[in-house]
């Protein structure tokens, strides 16, 4: 699997934690949309897109099943969103 584009739209919220929404596509031929680049207090994370459950809880729509492809993604996006950032300034 190879993460062939990645694309940031920036998020202006001097209050809150979300910094970023990010698309992916895979292998020129899947997008993922609605990952979410967060600021948190070790450093910036991602998170997949979710919907809330009839209980309250949030479920993740799509989500990497191995921690190798998960950690790959985020490698990606980050290196986006900070590419983004440098770019904005």
Known sequence: MQITDVRIKLI???????RAVAS?????AFVVHDIKV????EGCFIV???R???DGTYRDIAHPLKTEVREYMRDK???AYEA???ESN
Not at 12 to 18: A, G, S, T
Not at 38 to 41: A, C, F, L, T
């Open 38 to 41: 967060i600021e948190g207090s």
């Open 77 to 79: 996006i980050l290196e």
């Open 52 to 54: 809330k459950a009839p």
């Open 24 to 28: 992916v596509i895979i292998d020129s």
């Open 12 to 18: 202006n919220q001097d209050e809150k934690k979300l």
């Open 84 to 86: 983004a950032l440098k």
């Open 48 to 50: 997949m897109p979710s």
